[in-house]
């Protein structure tokens, strides 16, 4: 698949499934959840479906553990941010959260690769 329409049609999946989750995230209740559902799991089967045609099972299972190893990274970024922010303030709290977040998607990366 070419290039350019490859990137089209992760836009276009990603953008219509962006809008049935937003849909499913008006329909639940706390109105609080709609962002989960709106984005991260709509660009994620959008990404993995344009990645499963073009690439196969073995570059989907790349692309999931990847997926894995970033959520993880982001879940450490979460936990840390929230002191490092109160101890050190707004700038170098991320500042520090993000090298961190860095570190541990590098080495996640390095252990499902």
């Given amino acids: 698949m070419?290039?350019?329409w490859l990137l089209v049609a992760r836009g276009v999946l990603g953008g219509?499934?962006?809008?049935c989750f937003a849909l499913l995230g008006e329909a639940t209740s706390p109105k609080r959840f709609a962002g989960i559902f709106a984005a991260a799991p709509a660009v994620a089967i959008g990404?993995?479906?344009?990645t499963a045609v073009d690439g196969g099972g073995e570059a989907l299972?790349?692309?999931?553990?990847g997926m894995i190893a970033g959520a993880v990274a982001l879940v450490a970024y979460c936990a840390l941010a929230v002191p490092l922010v109160r101890r050190f303030g707004a700038l170098a709290g991320s500042a520090w959260s993000l090298i961190l977040w860095a570190a541990v998607a590098?080495?996640?990366w390095m252990v499902v690769s």
């Fill in 2 to 4: 070419d290039d350019v």
């Fill in 16 to 19: 219509v499934l962006v809008m």
């Fill in 47 to 50: 990404g993995m479906t344009i």
């Fill in 61 to 65: 299972q790349r692309s999931g553990l």
């Fill in 106 to 108: 590098w080495l996640g």
